[in-house]
């Protein structure tokens, strides 16, 4: 059965430094999504990418983190300077259309830990 | 945000029983609503959903209900079985978008 799969599954980093979490989206979706958990709070929406854009993005989204789907297989997140805050389970997720019909196929996270 | 609610962290109930877990929205603008599981380790992992436009969708043994007039829904799992203990999320979505609101999340145990 065709999954999601991201890299690493626990990133630990120093506060300032740059991360970049790696995901596979399932081979024939074309939306993508980055959700993310901090501990013992929702799960929360970050954003959708489609067609090589953003097509929404959460308040969360700040000019520290980027997407980008750097060849055709990966679908990234950059987070610039990341700090203490940032430290949460980040999900990837992809679907076959964008509509709100269609079911998310989420990936099994990354912990990343902001020291 | 409490858009949409889970007001039980926790439910355990025995094996072969019923198991409902609720869920309230307060955003009108939600059409689509979908219950996801999660294993420790795991990402979520798709379960039932259903439109707005519907009360009742089946598949198995899990059955979801939606109550559009008082912003509910629930999810029946019948017979519960100690494979379904895990964290249980609802979310739900807007026409006009594709983000998933997620409530905070149930953890079932279902105890042999």
């Known amino acids: 059965e065709p999954e999601v799969t991201q890299t690493p599954s626990h990133q630990v980093t120093q506060m300032g430094q740059e991360v970049i979490l790696r995901c596979v989206p399932i081979s024939n979706h074309l939306y993508f999504y980055w959700y993310r958990q901090i501990l013992g709070q929702k799960v929360e929406f970050l954003v959708s990418f489609y067609n090589n854009e953003i097509s929404e993005k959460s308040e969360i989204f700040d000019d520290q983190f980027s997407v980008e789907r750097p060849d055709g297989s990966n679908f990234t997140l950059k987070i610039r300077s990341t700090k203490l805050e940032d430290s949460a389970m980040y999900f990837c997720a992809s679907s076959v259309e964008g509509s709100s019909y269609n079911e998310q196929f989420f990936g099994p996270g990354t912990r990343l830990t902001v020291l | ?112």
């Open chain 2, 1 to 112: 945000d409490q858009q949409v609610k889970q007001n039980s962290p926790s439910l355990s109930v025995q094996e072969g029983r019923i198991s409902i877990l609720n869920c309230d929205y307060t955003n009108s603008m939600f059409d689509y609503f979908l219950w996801y599981k999660k294993y420790p380790a795991e990402g979520p992992t798709f379960l039932i959903s259903i439109s707005s436009i519907k009360d009742k969708n089946e598949d198995g043994r899990f059955t979801v209900f939606l109550n559009k007039s008082a912003k509910h829904l629930s999810l029946h799992i019948v017979p519960s079985q100690p494979g379904d203990s895990a964290v249980y999320f609802c979310a739900a979505t807007e026409t006009s978008g594709s983000r998933l609101t997620f409530g905070e999340g149930t953890q079932l145990t279902v105890n042999p």
